[in-house]
C-alpha cells in the first residue's frame, strides 16, 4: 500500500512597494551609501555640538591669535584667538540648518505650485509658468545680494523688529532662499502631473466623485515622490552653498553666528599668511554638499528602473 505524499504549496512571492524596491537599490549605490554615512555624522555632530567641542566658539584668546594647528587646538586659532574646531562644529549647526529648512519649504512650494500648474491648467498653468519663466530669467546671485543687503539695512519696523530676533540674519536668509529655490522643483512636478493626470486610476477617482484636491495629495503626490525626494536632496547641497557664498561675500549670516561662510570671509585678507583659516572651512563645505549631492544621485538611481543598479 503506498501513501501519497504531499508537498506545501509554493508560497506567492511577497510584492514590494517602490520605496522598498528604491531602497534595496540605493543600498548597492557605494557612493551615496558612504555619502548617507557622512551627513549622518555630520548630524549627530551638529546635535551634540556642546559635548563634542573643546571649546565656547565665540570665547576669546588673544595671546593665541593666528596660532597653528596644536595638540590644545587641533585645527589652529582664528584672528581673534578663537578655536576653530569648535566653531567649524557649531557651523554644521547654522549649515544643516539652513540646509534642510531651505529644502523643505522651497521643495514643499514646489510641488504645490507645480500641482496646480499641471493639474489645473489652463489660466492657473499659464500665470505659474510665465511667473516661474520670469524668476528663471532674473541672475540669482546678484538678486540675492541686493536683497540680503536690503534686508540688513532696512529701516522698516518689521524688518527691524525682525532684526532684534536672536540669530535674525538665519531666519532672513532662510526666507530668501526658500523665496528663490522652488522653481526648479514646481517645472519638475508639473511635468510629472502632466504625464499622470490623463491616466486611468484618475479618471476613475474622478468618476468616483473625487475632488482636485484629494486626487492631487491622495492619488498624484505619492507617484511624484521620487522627484521630490531627489531635488529635496540636491536641494539642501544647494543651499549650504548658497547660504556659504552670501556669507562668504559679507552679506550672508552675520557675526557673532558661527557659520562656515564667514569663517571664509574672516580669512579672506590672511590666507596666504595663514592657510588653515580657508582650509578647514571650505574642506567642511566641500563635504557637506558632495555628500548631499552623491546621496541625491544615488535617490535618482534607486528610482530610476531604467539604471543598472
Known amino acids: 500500500m503506498t501513501t501519497a505524499v504531499?508537498?506545501?504549496?509554493?508560497?506567492?512571492?511577497?510584492?514590494?512597494?517602490?520605496?522598498q524596491i528604491a531602497m534595496r537599490r540605493l543600498r548597492r549605490h557605494k557612493a551615496a551609501m558612504a555619502s548617507l554615512t557622512v551627513i549622518a555624522a555630520l548630524i549627530l555632530m551638529a546635535i551634540f555640538a556642546p559635548l563634542i567641542a573643546p571649546y565656547d566658539p565665540n570665547a576669546q584668546d588673544l595671546e593665541g591669535i593666528y596660532s597653528p594647528p596644536s595638540s590644545q587646538?587641533?585645527?589652529?586659532?582664528?584672528?581673534?584667538?578663537?578655536d576653530m574646531l569648535s566653531r567649524i562644529i557649531y557651523g554644521s549647526r547654522v549649515s544643516l540648518i539652513v540646509g534642510f529648512t531651505v529644502a523643505i519649504f522651497s521643495v514643499g512650494l514646489g510641488t504645490i505650485m507645480g500641482l496646480l500648474s499641471g493639474f489645473l491648467g489652463g489660466l492657473v498653468d499659464t500665470a505659474i509658468s510665465r511667473f516661474i519663466e520670469l524668476m528663471l530669467s532674473i541672475p540669482e546671485l546678484?538678486?540675492?545680494?541686493?536683497?540680503?543687503?536690503?534686508?540688513?539695512?532696512?529701516?522698516?519696523?518689521?524688518?527691524?523688529?525682525?532684526?532684534?530676533?536672536?540669530?535674525a540674519s538665519v531666519f532672513i536668509i532662510i526666507g530668501i532662499f526658500t523665496f528663490f529655490g522652488w522653481m526648479g522643483t514646481a517645472r519638475?512636478?508639473?511635468?510629472?502631473?502632466?504625464?499622470?493626470?490623463n491616466l486611468e486610476y484618475v479618471d476613475a477617482a474622478r468618476a468616483l466623485g473625487a475632488r482636485n484636491a484629494r486626487i492631487m495629495f491622495r492619488h498624484l503626490v505619492p507617484n511624484v515622490v521620487a522627484v521630490i525626494i531627489v531635488n529635496g536632496t540636491l536641494a539642501v547641497g544647494g543651499a549650504i552653498l548658497g547660504e556659504a557664498a552670501l556669507s562668504f561675500l559679507g552679506f550672508g549670516i552675520q557675526p557673532p553666528v558661527s557659520t562656515w561662510g564667514n569663517m571664509l570671509s574672516n580669512a579672506n585678507e590672511v590666507v596666504l599668511e595663514h592657510p588653515y583659516?580657508?582650509?578647514?572651512?571650505?574642506?567642511?563645505?566641500l563635504i557637506t554638499v558632495l555628500s548631499f549631492n552623491f546621496l541625491g544621485d544615488g535617490l535618482r538611481d534607486a528610482f530610476d528602473p531604467k539604471s543598472r543598479l
Open 142 to 167: 546678484p538678486l540675492l545680494l541686493t536683497l540680503s543687503a536690503l534686508l540688513l539695512a532696512s529701516d522698516a519696523p518689521a524688518i527691524v523688529a525682525l532684526r532684534q530676533t536672536p540669530n
Open 73 to 82: 587646538h587641533l585645527l589652529g586659532q582664528d584672528s581673534l584667538g578663537r
Open 188 to 197: 519638475l512636478v508639473r511635468g510629472e502631473v502632466l504625464k499622470l493626470k
Open 277 to 285: 583659516l580657508a582650509f578647514w572651512p571650505g574642506l567642511a563645505i
Open 6 to 19: 504531499t508537498t506545501p504549496a509554493a508560497q506567492p512571492a511577497k510584492s514590494r512597494s517602490t520605496l
